[in-house]
């Protein structure tokens, strides 16, 4: 849906194109019900990978894991051909599409870019998505996926004290989640999250929810959608393992990245994440980029910002564990 044209716009004419093209071709509850088949389609979940040529990283599927009962969880590992000099970063990466789209393949092209810019290796994780699988299970599966990477990261040619949680959206809203699991478990914890544009609080009532409701791709009834169908009938919004951003206590937690889009429903909550977690003593960065919208970084090769931002992002995760950097300062 475009922005009314009486409007300022906020997106400067590359950026406007690429999201009125993208919001073309997608369901939008504006014009009618949603429903998971057609929002499965338009994002590509189960159309197989869509990679170019040959980028320099390999990628290895496999199944790890999954939590007590529950089956198998798929992941393909990503490693950059280039010679290392040690072992080097694992980032566990969790997919988004509001819980309930996309997988490894959607992600894929992401992966390995952010492989190639970083030079660490990148573990993408298809956790159960919803309705058929609604909260927790998504988060469980996350979280057995992060248990099995440090445990196994000798094996994978990185360094253990340096596994690292990330994602995109509600991949995003997934890491946090772990980071709290993690501590609260007694579990290993991640060295470091990075949180793209991050789904972090399910009452969608900030003033970026309202401001950018509409027009920028993404919108905010979009997300209260997906909400909806990741909680289901009587789920627990409120629960720290699904809204992170409302968690009471921060605490102990591993340094943060978070990329956020200026024209975003979710940009004010990643922002008063960031905050919360400086407040709680844990060191955050928040690279907030200007005349972009959710899923801005699907657009690298056509948008310059997307290209700036793989490139902060990289190199903030390939020093992670090594001196400052890490620290996300």
């Known amino acids: 849906m475009s922005r009314p044209a009486a409007s300022p716009d906020p997106l400067p004419p590359l950026a406007r194109r690429i999201a009125d093209a993208m919001s073309a071709r997608f369901p939008d509850p504006a014009r009618g019900p949603l429903d998971i088949a057609s929002l499965r389609r338009a994002s590509g979940t189960g159309a197989g990978p869509r990679t170019g040529p040959a980028d320099g990283v390999d990628a ?28 080097g970063p694992l980032l566990v990466f969790f ?30 994780v298809a956790y159960r998505t919803a309705p058929e699988a609604r909260f927790p299970a998504a988060v469980e ?26 994602g995109d959206s509600s991949g995003g809203g997934l890491a946090a989640a772990v980071t709290l699991m993690a501590r ?21 009532t900030s003033a970026s929810a309202a401001d950018y409701a509409t027009g920028f791709f993404h919108t905010t009834a979009h997300m209260r959608w997906y909400w909806q169908q990741y909680l289901g009938p009587g789920g627990d919004g409120f629960h720290p393992y699904a809204s992170p951003g409302l ?18 429903p979710l940009r004010d909550e990643g922002r008063a994440y960031g905050r919360a977690l400086r407040e709680a003593g ?19 090769g056509a948008l310059p910002a997307a290209e700036r931002a793989f490139d902060a ?17």
């Open 60 to 87: 290895l599927d496999r199944r790890v894991p999954g939590p007590p009962g529950a089956p198998a969880v798929p992941v393909r590992l990503y490693r950059p051909r280039a010679e290392a000099t040690g072992p």
């Open 95 to 124: 997919h988004g599409g509001g819980w309930v789209m996309c997988d490894l393949d959607t992600h894929d092209a992401t992966c390995r870019r952010l492989a190639l810019r970083s030079g660490a290796s990148v573990l993408s």
């Open 141 to 166: 599966d996350a979280y057995a996926a992060t248990v099995w990477a440090v445990a196994q990261a000798d094996r994978l040619g990185c360094d253990p004290a340096r596994v690292v949680v990330g």
């Open 184 to 204: 609260d478990r007694g579990g290993p914890p991640p060295a470091a999250q990075l949180l793209i544009y991050p789904a972090l609080d399910h009452r969608l």
């Open 247 to 264: 968690a009471p206590d921060l605490t102990g937690l591993p340094p943060a990245l978070l990329v956020l889009p200026e024209c975003d």
């Open 282 to 300: 844990v060191p955050a960065r928040v690279d907030e980029y200007r005349g972009t919208f959710h899923g801005f970084l699907g657009a690298l």
């Open 313 to 329: 992002a990289g190199d903030w995760l390939g020093g992670v564990g090594c001196g400052p950097r890490a620290a996300g300062q």
